[in-house]
């Protein structure tokens, strides 16, 4: 099946509304990146809509109703933009890629919605020879670098790119 990254706008509107993903991510509003933003727009019917506001209006009372669960092990709740991308990714059906454990966590309860971490895709763009160990390689020194690699990157280091960094420290 062939896939098409997008980043949609609710995120690139979260991206320029939060200044610490605007300092973690300068590189977001480079020119050649906001034009292949604008190039991958996605439109949606005037049903598709309506759906995805109900669906998200399901998922935000779902994650409201044990809020505790949501923010256990170190997560965040999912909130509104979190919500809103996961009812995309049902009602188009699409995708959604994410290293956000509570938005791993609520897909859980609602099976219909796929949600990928990150290095879930770059694995996949690997296999597809879209990216290449180098570039594998590298993503991971600029978010260690950055202090944005999470536990489950860390786990998929040794695991998922086993053949380019080795297994890894014996615990």
């Not at 690139?12 to 605007?22: C, I, K, W």
């Not at 809509?49 to 669960?69: E, F, P, T």
């Not at 709740?77 to 290293?99: K, Y």
């Amino acid at each position: 099946m062939p896939y098409v990254l997008t980043i949609l706008k609710v995120t690139e509107d979260e991206v320029h509304r939060n200044p610490h993903l605007q300092f973690r991510n300068p590189w977001f509003d480079l020119t050649e990146h906001a034009q292949e933003r604008m190039a991958k727009q996605v439109r949606l019917t005037t049903s598709e809509k309506a759906q995805i506001a109900a669906a998200q209006s399901v998922l935000l009372g779902w994650v409201r109703m044990d809020v505790d669960r949501f923010t256990s092990y170190g997560r965040s709740p999912p909130g509104e933009a979190d919500c809103w991308l996961l009812a995309f990714g049902q009602v188009r059906p699409a995708v959604v890629v994410t290293d956000d454990l509570g938005m791993h966590e609520l897909v859980k309860d609602f099976p219909g919605i796929k949600v990928w971490h990150g290095y879930e895709l770059l694995a996949k763009l690997r296999t597809a020879k879209v990216v290449d160990d180098v570039l594998v390689r590298d993503i991971y020194q600029a978010l260690e670098a950055n202090g944005d690699l999470t536990r489950t990157w860390r786990e998929a280091k040794h695991k998922v790119f086993m053949k380019i960094f080795g297994s890894g420290p014996r615990d």
